[in-house]
């Protein structure tokens, strides 16, 4: 592998390896730092983007960052790369590739049209040469649509996963926060539990649940549990109604095991999905979640900065035709994102990276109660993630998720973003809130026929 070096200022600094270049051009992370790989200071950071800046992107094809021989998302990254796709752009460096995606040239159509040649470290070699408000324009115009029984992503709508998690998996406990999200215009992207008690019993008994709710109100939304995708597996065979399997993954096989789950497993699942035929209008069946640092803290990041690291997930991701993928931004803790200012970058650099890239990226507006966050940077992060076009943020009773420990979006949350963006759900649930008298047609929620739901739990 080349070094490379920049003299900046009088200083000459020297970068061991392409890794190593993408790692001190990253912006300063509580992770990067813990792992031994953030610039030492900021003029070692412009240096190492002066670098980057000129390289060509056909660099990050010719030398990988994860061994190939052993790395099997790597493998993945190379051996399905669509050079035709990737053709338009060949020429450019990272900088040139920068300014493109800025340029009036970058249209939706065409952005959609390169997404299949835009490797994951070429993605994020990029977001470390542009501001937040480049983020945000970029991604703002990279369209991803999917459907199971909805339509996500399409534009002028937010989608939003409803999170009704319970400490014992009560299911009164889970039926009542469903039904509370339900009425304040939540649960299109999904309404999806994460169970306290990871079993294939407990999963079918929520399934079961969730499902009786949704056939009786005939929701045009999809329900997960998110369980292991092997006890997914076992729970299909046990003729339980799943609609999306869920698993979370990581840019690394190392890291991918240390979830339990290999590329392999991820297609048997996907299949035994599809060959259930329950989507009505589309054949997206997976639920991917991903976050900074997951890699690192599995002692399975081979060097590479988190932020690039995180991107290789989403070749994961794109691999198997997701209907959603979420970066759980600030769940992981303030070892990796320290402050508010640190997980709100974060969020859009993952965003951005995901829908260059193709993928149906959605986004976890959240933070633990120890990191030097709060509620003020939420509500930030999730405007600009709406600016961004983001396709579904995460809302959870009262932003407090009282199983998981931490804080999110709250369902009033999603009904601001709605209302101040003029933005509706899917259209199939939409046009559902109003068949149901739980919106009218402006879209405001009407609380009368709302309490009719209340009967359910």
Known sequence: MPSYTSDFHGERHRFTDLKDVLAKASHRRSGDELAGLAAATDAQRVAARSVLA??????????????????????????????????????????????WLLSYEATPEHLTAIAPGITPEMAAAATKLMRNQDLISVASRCRVVTAFRN???????????LQPNHPTDDLRGIGAATIDGLLLGC???????????DSVGNGIALLDMLETLRLRHDIPTQTCVLT????????????????????????????????????????????????LKRGTIGTNVMYFETGQGAALSADAHHGVDQQTIEARAYAVARAFSPLLVNTVVGFIGPEYLFDGKQIIRAGLEDHFCGKLMGVPMGVDVCYTNHAEADQDDMDT??????????????????SDDVMLNYQSASFHDI????????????????????????????GRIQAPAAMRMLTDV
């Open 151 to 161: 339509t996500q992503g399409l534009p002028g709508h937010l989608g939003s996963r």
């Open 54 to 99: 000129d390289l060509p992107l056909t660099v990050f094809l010719n030398d990988a960052i994860v061994p190939y021989e052993t790395d099997e998302v790597t493998r993945l990254i190379v051996d399905t790369h669509d050079a035709a796709a990737f053709a338009p752009i060949s020429h450019l460096t990272v900088g040139g590739f920068r300014d």
């Open 415 to 442: 009904m601001y973003l709605h209302s101040q963006f003029n933005l509706r759900p899917a259209p199939e649930f939409d046009a559902w809130l109003q068949r149901m008298g739980l919106r009218d047609r402006a």
């Open 381 to 398: 992060l999730m405007t600009v993630l709406t600016v961004a076009g983001v396709n579904f943020l995460i809302g959870v009773p009262g």
């Open 228 to 275: 292991h995708v092997t006890n997914a597996l076992e729970i299909m065979r046990r003729g339980a109604p799943v609609d999306l399997v869920f698993q979370s993954i990581a840019g690394t096989q190392a890291a991918n095991a240390g979830f339990g789950v290999n590329l392999n497993i991820l297609r048997e699942a996907r299949d035994a999905a599809l060959s």
């Open 187 to 197: 649960g299109d992207a999904v309404i999806g539990v994460n169970p306290a008690t």
